[in-house]
Structures are given as C-alpha cells and as structure tokens.
C-alpha cells in the first residue's frame, strides 16, 4: 500500500491522536486502511477457510489490539510503511491463531469421538502446518477426498467434517463397524501419503 508524502504525513498524524486518546481518529484509521487490510487477509484465508474464519472479525480484532497499545505508547512511526507492516502483522499472527484454535477443536472433537491412531495423527498433520500452508492443505485433502469411491468420502465427510464417531457412521449407513474403520484407515493413509508426497516436492526430498 503506496501513499504520498501528504498522505504519509496524515497517517501518522492519525496515530498520534489516537495515542493521545482521539476515538475519532481510530474511526477515520479503520476507514483508510481497513478495506486494505481486510483483502490482504481475506486472501491470506483463502475460499475453504473463509466458511470457517471472517476476514472483518481478524480485522477488527486487529485494529482493537493497534488502538490499545498505541494509547499505551508501545509504537511509533516515522512513515507509513511501517504503519501497513505493523497492521499486516498483527493480523497474521491473529489469523494463525484463529487457524490454530479452529483445528485444535477439530482435533479434540476427534479424540473424543474415536480412539483410532490414524484419525488423530491425520488431524495433527494439518494442525500443525504453518497458517500460510493451511488452506494449501485443506484444498489438498478435498482434491483427494474427491478421487475416493462414494462409499470412501462419504465415510471420510461425515467422520472429518461432520465430526462423527466410526460407531454413528456404521449405524447411520448400515455398514459394518469394522468396514467403516478400515475404510477409514485406507483413507487415511492416502491422504497422508499425499500430504507428504507434495512436502517431499517441495523441499527437494530432504
């Protein structure tokens, strides 16, 4: 994000009234670069996880978190350069930890609903990938899920995505408990097998 020099001068003049406790000028900061920051996030989100995640909530929540600590002095700024950083920081690092806690959840939903190793370690795999590689990985195991037989993704959709145990799963598509865990398995593994296949690309095979 570019301003002119009159530009820059206005923007840190608006963060010296905000220090000096002017509520006016925190509506007129999230005015000018708010719609900014909220496309950067929202790209950062990507399509699968904006279903999940809101771009405006990190948004907002960032801009409260500047406010606060700038009427507490704890930033300064020569140029608005350093202003657009700051902002895009805070908001990624309230992003990664959106990501974190929304599959952390997942993950203990997981837990509680089967005791299967294969699930719970597929769930970690994900967890805890970067928020940058996330999305990368979600649409990653939705491509994969999409080769798998109807019978393979509807077991892996309703335990994955829906949340339910291998026991609901075998009740409510009349397959056998045993059937449905190791299908389970199978799908599993393939989806880890990719995950690690693309990371292996990626990094030369080190």
């Not at 609903?113 to 805890?128: H, N, P």
């Not at 393979?152 to 408990?177: M, N, V």
Request: aromatic share 8%.
């Amino acid at each position: 994000m570019t301003l002119d020099n009159g530009q820059d001068r206005r923007a840190t003049e608006i963060v010296d009234l905000i220090e000096n406790g002017d509520h006016d000028a925190v509506a007129v900061l999230m005015e000018r670069f708010g719609p900014w920051l909220e496309k950067a996030i929202d790209r950062k989100i990507g399509a699968k996880l904006s279903r999940r995640i809101d771009a405006e909530d990190i948004v907002q929540s960032t801009f409260w978190s500047f406010v606060k600590r700038t009427s507490n002095s704890e930033y300064q700024f020569e140029h608005t350069g350093a202003l657009c950083r700051l902002l895009l920081t805070i908001a990624d690092n309230k992003l990664q930890r959106t990501i974190r806690k929304e599959f952390a959840q997942k993950r203990d939903i997981r837990r509680e609903a089967t005791r299967d190793a294969a699930s719970v370690d597929l769930a970690d795999d994900i967890w805890r990938r970067t928020a940058d590689d996330l999305a990368d990985a979600v649409d990653e195991v939705a491509a994969v899920v999409d080769e798998f037989s109807d019978r393979d993704a509807e077991i892996f959709r309703r335990h994955y995505f829906l949340g339910k145990s291998t026991a609901q799963i075998s009740t409510e598509l009349g397959w056998s408990l045993a059937t449905v865990k190791r299908r389970l398995k199978w799908a599993v593994a393939e989806i880890r097998g990719r995950l690690q296949t693309d990371t292996d690309q990626e990094t030369g095979g080190e």
